[in-house]
């Protein structure tokens, strides 16, 4: 439901000329693997496999709307998983003709008719009336996606055969990050000092609510931050422990595991692993006395209440930030 309402809105904002697009820098890499995350779970559910290549020549750091870009990549990603049901699903980014990059979605599903092609990218359009019924969806995804890249900049069009599957491609202006040198992530090109306040920085947002992470992700995506998505505490959990973040902000309570018992977790996981600590900041919207004592006691650093508010938000996290590398450099 919150999907279809979504999607609505977004058409709504988009017909009356409402939906800004953004021009921020992002790190191409990172925003792939946030797209593919949960269409990897699907997939693989399903015994389908998802695969993702990148040209050697596409710059890590872009500027551009890392949102918008993300929301037509998981639209692709996800009807190319709905309508698979064996083999594979891959998306591949490469330079396209002058100044653009070229991005392809392809699966080995059911195809669409040539027919039904010519209006694939209709409000409404679905290829038959079986398809809705089998798999659901409001006709507007496509619709959505198709005018998103034409807002920034870019075009899209479709290569399929029945019964064999289905390849989506769209192009976009290939404009390189201001922050970073084009081939190079900008950590790699920042002092230590540097490093927190340049765009770029690593985050881990565990929030349950999805009014809740669309706020966060959108503060955080103004300012330049790579964002990853769990949905509960388990998931924060195994992500902390697969991967690198610069800071993690964690929700209080959650299904699964609530913010405390995965923060213990995440502190015991980086001292049998001997990893750095990354810092963490408690995100609750029942402040009561003694929930600060609790977050710190659980190992948290900092402490935050909800409703968010953007200045104080961005300068707790600044100020976690700029903590560790002012303790990395010390330490080195």
Same mark, same amino acid.
């Given at each position: 439901l919150l999907t279809? *309402? /979504?999607?609505?809105?977004?058409?709504? +904002?988009?017909?009356?000329? #409402?939906l800004a697009i953004e021009n921020i820098d992002f790190d191409l890499r990172e925003l792939l693997q946030d797209a593919l995350r949960p269409v990897t779970l699907q997939g693989e559910e399903k015994g389908l496999q998802v695969r993702c290549q990148v040209a050697d020549d596409v710059p890590r750091m872009l500027g551009g709307d890392p949102v918008r870009i993300r929301q &037509? %990549?998981? /639209? %692709?990603?996800? /009807?190319? &998983? +709905? =309508?698979?049901?064996?083999?594979?699903? @891959? !998306? #591949? !980014?490469? $330079?396209?003709?002058?100044?653009?990059?070229? =991005?392809?979605? $392809?699966?080995?599903?059911?195809? *669409?008719?040539? @027919?039904?092609?010519r209006h694939i990218f209709d409000a409404f359009s679905q290829e038959d009336t079986s398809i809705t019924r089998k798999f659901g969806g409001t006709g507007l995804g496509l619709s959505i996606c198709s005018r998103l890249i034409a807002l920034m900049g870019g075009r899209i069009w479709v290569d399929s055969t029945p019964g064999q599957g289905s390849t989506f491609h769209f192009t976009l202006p290939c404009r390189t990050a201001a922050t970073a040198d084009t081939t190079v992530p900008a950590s790699a090109a920042a002092t230590p000092q540097e490093e927190a306040t340049i765009s770029g920085a690593r985050v881990l947002l565990v929030e349950d609510n999805p009014i809740n992470q669309r706020l966060a992700q959108a503060l955080l995506q103004k300012r330049g931050y790579a964002v990853s998505l769990a949905e509960n505490g388990a998931d924060a959990v195994d992500m902390v422990g697969a991967g690198h973040f610069d800071v993690i902000l964690m929700d209080m309570q959650m299904p699964v595991l609530d913010g405390l018992e995965a923060t213990r977790r995440i502190r015991n996981q980086e001292q049998a692993a001997g990893h750095t600590r990354v810092p963490i900041i408690a995100m609750t919207a029942n402040a009561m006395i003694g929930d600060r004592e $609790?977050? %710190?006691?659980?190992?948290?650093?900092?402490? %935050?209440? +909800?409703? *968010? +508010? @953007?200045?104080? =938000?961005?300068e707790r996290i600044e100020g976690m930030l700029n903590k560790k590398t002012v303790g990395q450099v010390q330490d080195a």
């Open positions: 279809i *309402i /979504n999607d609505i809105l977004d058409f709504s +904002k988009i017909e009356a000329g #409402k &037509v %990549l998981i /639209n %692709l990603l996800s /009807n190319a &998983v +709905k =309508f698979t049901e064996a083999g594979e699903v @891959a !998306v #591949k !980014v490469g $330079r396209g003709d002058g100044q653009e990059l070229r =991005f392809s979605v $392809r699966d080995t599903g059911i195809g *669409i008719a040539a @027919a039904a092609q $609790r977050c %710190l006691d659980a190992g948290m650093d900092d402490y %935050l209440s +909800k409703p *968010i +508010k @953007a200045q104080e =938000f961005y």
